[in-house]
């Protein structure tokens, strides 16, 4: 897989396999005038760390945008990111008019990939803990909503791949995004996580434009459970979630969340860079927003 498919071959498998479920989309930009942005991700990173999508995409809705987070069960992380959000109580919308009144109530909502795919789910769910190609979009593909913009992390060097995929489907401004540990070469589904990420962003005029940097966020390799199966504050799934959204979390672990928060609001076009979109996300956790909004989201009832 390190050549990867081409952009045909994955969606074409995509048609395919999403037929099983019947999936449909509503396009929808904005929701009170805020932009609507779908974040994603391949998972089956070979490079763990805590969750760092999660994070990023609830500061980002408490900064301007309406952000929709796309989630599963862990298969290669410590934490999923709808582990996460069960531990923390923060509902789940399987539906568009259920993601949509999420949006209205406060700007984020988490849908569960597995509860949208749910016949591919159980044929595929959780049986592969590497890169396939379904990993080049089927996450953001679960959507039942097609948004203003899409920020899609991959585990894989390939992010012009999914970023074409996702514009075959219908996808607009999409930014597919990876990050390499360029000592052991491992890849991991974020932005600006590893020594080096890569991204590769698509607007209306269909040309894919992939650029790639050192990053000054490095986040180290979570170490492993304890053997006892016993778990320390910090390895429990909300312990640095908490820490990050109440301004509590080491530097480097904060920045690079703000970092993806950036990405964020940078594709949605709230911010003109990514730098300005992290700045607004660090002023954002100093003001306390973002803890303020997890304490409003696990208040709000679940949509079955």
């Not at 269909?206 to 504050?233: D, R």
């Amino acid at each position: 897989m390190t050549a990867g498919p081409t952009p045909e071959e994955v969606t074409a498998l995509l048609q395919g396999a999403t037929q099983r479920d019947g999936l449909r989309a509503t396009s929808v930009d904005e929701v009170d005038g805020r932009p609507v942005v779908v974040v994603a991700g391949s998972g089956k990173k070979s490079l763990p760390s805590f969750n760092i999508s999660t994070p990023a995409a609830l500061i980002a809705a408490t900064c301007g945008a309406n952000v929709v987070k796309m989630g599963s069960h862990a298969t290669s992380s410590p934490t999923g990111s709808r582990d996460l959000a069960a531990s923390l109580s923060i509902p789940e919308s399987v539906s568009a008019s259920g993601i949509l009144e999420q949006l209205r109530k406060c700007s984020f909502a988490f849908v569960p990939i597995e509860s949208t795919v749910p016949s591919l789910n159980r044929v595929y769910g959780r049986r592969f803990h590497t890169v396939t190609p379904f990993s080049f979009g089927l996450a953001a593909l679960a959507c039942p909503l097609r948004p203003y913009a899409t920020v899609f992390g991959l585990s894989h060097p390939k992010v012009d791949v999914a970023t074409q995929v996702l514009t075959n489907f219908g996808f607009s401004r999409v930014h597919a995004t990876a990050s390499v540990n360029e000592s052991t070469g491992q890849w991991a589904d974020e932005f600006a996580m590893g020594s080096k990420t890569v991204l590769a962003t698509l607007y209306e005029h269909n040309t894919v434009n992939t650029v790639s940097h050192k990053s000054a966020n490095f986040v180290p390799v979570e170490p492993a459970p304890p053997p006892t199966g016993a778990q320390s504050p910090h390895r429990r799934p909300t312990g640095v979630f908490t820490e990050i959204i109440t301004g509590q979390a080491a530097e480097s672990r904060t920045n690079v969340v703000t970092a993806g928060t950036g990405l964020i609001l940078h594709a949605a076009g709230i911010e003109p860079t990514i730098q300005q979109g992290q700045k607004r996300a660090h002023k954002a956790l100093e003001e306390g927003q973002p803890h303020r909004l997890l304490e409003q989201l696990t208040g709000v009832g679940h949509d079955h």
